[in-house]
């Protein structure tokens, strides 16, 4: 919200939130049109738990929708740990993320369809923005289903900045390039003032990389799993991929916590899960109290609330995370609202998108969405040509089986076949039997939130 107020750009764009929760509906509302007035925005913001109407003739649809919540993702995982699958059944090698779920996530697909055909009827010069979990899935699902313009964003890349850090570069004289699927990029192309960079990791590996520890679950750029991925594959793994290791990495919690640090074991851990859903739950409640605040006090702004927090309760990082959003010149550093000025305003920049590989990735089919770097500008995103190419040992053994188990799960959810849900699981080194997968699949689909679910999978052969 601040990032397109921030924009002159897009000074008198209409926003329409759409959410089917009212009360986070409503303090999103209530703070946005707050900001917009306090900073002399003309942007305009609208309300509805109407899809239809909020997409009317929309130029963008930016969809970040968790299906059900983590309150669902948290049930399903906990069936799984029942039935012996460790993390839930969707933790499976290269896919550790705990909300990037694909194997039970029927209703996060059904839910992108929904949104995606809805553009297509009215919004058909609309863009479709991928921001919700999984990117990969989904935005390979639109590109195959719908015939609208989709791309799909994700920050994970931004992990190169820890990199930078501990080698003290200045980003602004690093070459670097990343590359293939959504939480599967690869440092293909890094170096520092026209030089190869990768000497300089080698060194800081040698003599700094005993020091390290996690400053937050999740802090693992330069976490000895990274490192060992490094020394396996040939380049670095970024982002989210550092966490989408082998089960060697990820067995069990004493495991998590000698690859990914003390005290988390990372951002998947039971620990580290535990760590992020509290930070989230505190910042959402955060949230729908200032809002409500703001209701009974109409006429406060937002920056003596900063101010004057602790007489109405709230706490002292919302006052110091509202001087950073009160700062004009200050955006999140997220790519959603600039790719949009790019498109429309010719403000071209570079970005990392989530796009269909229209021939920009050899090997793979064009169907596919890959993750790379990419111009954008009023003529639309231009890829870059991906050079250096990634070593054969990273696209052999990490990408493709990563993308088998993207078709799997797409080939399940479009066709409701069980038995694809089946051979995920008899191929898990977590399966003892056919019946433990026969009944953690059954309990699964009994529960209340999947009763289409079971409907669509119970028409398979």
Known sequence: MTDLCKTPGLAESVVALMDIDPERLEAVYVLATKYAEEIGSSLTFTKTADLEEALGDADFVINT??????????????IGEKHGYYRGIDAQEFNMVSDYFTFSNYNQFALFLTVARAVERLAPKGWYVQAANPVFEGVTLITRTVPIKVVGFCHGHYALNAIFAALELDPAEVDWQVAWFNHAIWLNRFRYRGEDAYPLLDRWIAEKAKDWKPKSPFDDQLSPVALDMY?????????????????RCHRDLSTKVRWYGEPWGGADSEPGWTWY??????ATEIMKFVAKTLVR???????????????????????????????????SGE???????????????????????????????RAVAVEVPAWVDKDGIHPEAIE????????????????????????????????????????????????????????ILDLPENVEMKRHYCQSP
């Open 297 to 331: 006090n109409p006429f406060i702004k937002l920056r003596e609330l900063g101010e004057q927090g602790a007489r109405f309760g709230i706490p002292l990082e919302f006052a110091a995370e509202l001087e950073k959003l009160l700062d004009h010149q200050r955006k």
């Open 231 to 247: 020394r396996f594959y040939g380049v670095m793994p970024v982002g989210d991929t550092v966490r989408n290791a082998t089960w």
């Open 277 to 282: 859903q509290e930070t989230l739950r505190q």
């Open 388 to 443: 250096p190419p990634l070593p054969p040992r990273v696209v052999n053994y990490y990408l493709y089986p990563r993308m088998i188990r993207m078709e799997m799960a797409l080939d399940a959810s479009l066709t409701g076949d069980l038995r694809v849900l089946k051979e995920v699981l008899y191929r898990d080194p977590r399966t003892r039997s056919d019946a433990q997968v026969e009944a953690v699949l059954a309990e």
């Open 65 to 78: 929708a968790m299906a059900g919540g983590h309150d669902y993702l948290e049930k399903v995982r906990r």
């Open 335 to 365: 790519q959603h609202v600039p790719f949009i000025d790019a498109l429309l305003n010719d403000q071209g920049a570079r970005f990392v998108l989530n796009i269909p590989n229209d021939g920009i990735l050899s090997g793979i089919p």
